[in-house]
């Protein structure tokens, strides 16, 4: 008597692998899928066939999906433009635009085994002398990403010189009202406090999401892999950095960090070091990084409640993170929302 498999929400398993059989050189026998737990917007499988060999497949949520959000061809077209360049990524594999194999379009990559410093623990659990190193390579990464010519890697359709921050407040705005979230008179609060002070912008390529938790690192703390680029856009490279730094908390530092990471882990620098790391490398003034902290953390917030919504909502697969979402991260989504209205009312910006 077989078996049945247990089901996964979003994947229909009989129909991806024959999918994956038609376009996927040298998959050995029957895939097995596995969820793939931490990320809060596209959902990830890890795919492994008959040999051992390991792929990654992304697709985004089983509903809820807001406009413009999840957008994994967006993923799909940065990642195979990036894979010839020193930006490491994933390995591009196949790309499938027929909702009609699992229900959204869908892409598969390499899997890129190492660790991701997604939080504390995952900070202690690299070696005491690597954790610098990691650091550094994360910055170094950074500054090696708005050097690239978009056009020369094939990225020249999706290039938009001006507006990137116009563009973002109203995007987040939207997608906030669109949840009827509680937190929507203190995000339009900070969203026009920050339309108002719009520093003069450059372009660039720019992840949306760089953090530790987005990274693979090696044990000796290189950067082997970049993922989850589904907001990668141009704009403003300073985007990157202040929500990096506002990831980055310092020991001690009360205010949360807009996500986890390993930073108060002993033996990874703090913030200002590696602000410093980057001006230094990239050349860029660096003045105006207040600013887009602010706004990297009114984001968050914003971010936090489409996040909630879709959880709630059973539109993502369960990874038990559905229980520790209220009233905590309601009230975390507040407090970064109101530290950043708090440092633009108060000159700090």
């Given amino acids: 008597m077989s078996v049945a498999e247990p089901a996964l929400p979003g994947i229909e398993a009989e129909r991806v692998r024959r999918w994956l059989a038609e376009h996927v050189d040298g998959l050995a026998g029957t895939v097995e899928f596995g969820l793939v737990s931490g990320g809060r917007s596209n959902l990830t499988y890890r795919l492994t066939d008959a040999a051992g060999a390991s792929y990654a497949l992304r697709r985004p949520p089983t509903g809820g999906v807001l406009s413009t959000a999840h957008d994994v061809s967006r993923e799909w077209r940065f990642i195979s433009a990036l894979a010839p360049t020193a930006v490491p990524v994933a390995r591009p594999v196949a790309y499938c635009a027929d909702t009609a194999v699992t229900g959204a379009e869908f892409y598969v990559m390499g899997f890129v085994e190492g660790l991701v410093l997604a939080d504390e623990d995952a900070g202690l659990a690299m070696a005491p002398q690597a954790r610098a190193s990691a650091a550094e390579d994360l910055v170094d990464v950074r500054v090696a990403l708005p050097a ?202």
């Fill in 148 to 349: 690239l010519d978009p056009v020369a890697v094939g990225l020249g359709d999706m290039v938009r010189k001006t507006g990137y921050l116009e563009r973002q407040l109203r995007r987040w705005q939207a997608q906030v009202h669109a949840t009827g979230a509680p937190e929507i008179a203190l995000i339009d609060e900070v969203h026009d406090l920050l339309a108002r002070r719009i520093p003069a912008q450059a372009s660039g390529i720019v992840h949306g999401d760089y953090r530790a938790g987005n990274v693979a690192f090696g044990p000796d703390g290189a950067v082997r892999a970049v993922f989850d680029w589904e907001l990668a856009t141009s704009g403003d490279p300073m985007a990157d950095l202040g929500y990096l730094a506002a990831t980055w908390q310092d020991p001690g530092e009360q205010l949360p960090p807009t996500t986890p990471g390993p930073s108060t882990v002993a033996g990874f620098p703090p913030r200002a070091e590696l602000v410093r790391r980057y001006a230094r490398l990239s050349g860029r003034d660096v003045s105006n990084l207040p600013y887009w902290v602010a706004f990297a953390r009114w984001r968050s917030a914003c971010i936090g409640v489409g996040v909630r919504a879709r959880y709630l909502a059973g539109h993502m697969a369960d990874d038990g993170y559905a229980a520790t979402l209220l009233p905590g991260a309601v009230m975390n989504r507040t407090v970064l929302a109101e530290a950043a209205r708090d440092a633009l009312r108060d000159g700090g910006v």
